[in-house]
């Protein structure tokens, strides 16, 4: 088996050399995802406008909507018929539906809740949650390779410094699903922390 691999050294290596890399691109892209967690929780909203398509400009309505004030989720008054640009057209839908979801990190899942039940959470306003986490959109696109061509993806992720972890959302399979359809309301905090 020595004599073999004297032999044939330089063609082992040749095979083993791809195979050591792909392991070594997997282990760096997947494995430091496995370590980003926190301890926090945290709330957003997303809005429908009764149709099967895009809602227009819902994210800046969510964006007036909702805020954090006190450490509490408030409910701001929006303008429906503000026409900022003064095209003739509304900037935002008349029929739009706010939703408010729940965010549980262990678990990497969402449920919806009521404005009743957020609002008797105790919320951070910051974008990172206290143990140094945000919550943060990324797109990749891979390649084209004729005839193939390429593909892409949208999501939101757990990132902490170049790490990142998906994050389950609202399912992609929902009807009023849209990347453009979110909005990061606050961190849930303890009760007996407070912080503005």
């Known amino acids: 088996m020595k004599e073999f691999l004297k032999k044939n050294f330089a063609i082992i ?66 303008d429906l018929k503000q026409d900022l640009n003064k095209d003739g057209v509304p900037d935002f839908n008349q029929n739009y539906t706010d939703r408010i979801f729940l965010h549980d990190t262990k678990k990497n899942e969402s449920r919806e809740i009521t404005l009743k039940e957020a609002e008797s959470l105790d919320l951070s306003g910051l974008l990172t949650s206290p143990d140094g986490v945000t919550v943060s959109s990324y797109y990749s696109r891979s390649g084209d390779f004729f005839p193939f061509g390429g593909s892409s993806s949208y999501g939101y992720y757990l990132t902490k410094g170049k790490s990142r972890s998906k994050l389950n959302l609202i399912n992609t399979n929902d009807q009023y699903y849209y990347q453009n359809n979110f909005q990061f309301v606050g961190w849930v905090l303890p009760l007996t922390s407070k912080v503005e």
């Not at 980003?36 to 809602?55: A, L």
């Open 13 to 78: 290596l040749a095979f083993l050399l791809p195979i050591i890399l792909i392991v070594v691109v997997a282990i760096s892209t997947y494995f430091p995802s496995l370590f980003i967690s926190t301890d926090y929780n945290f709330v957003y909203t997303s809005c429908t406008d009764g149709r099967n398509y895009y809602p227009y400009n819902c994210e800046t309505y969510l964006q007036k909507r909702y805020s954090v004030e006190g450490n509490k989720i408030t409910l701001n008054t929006v």
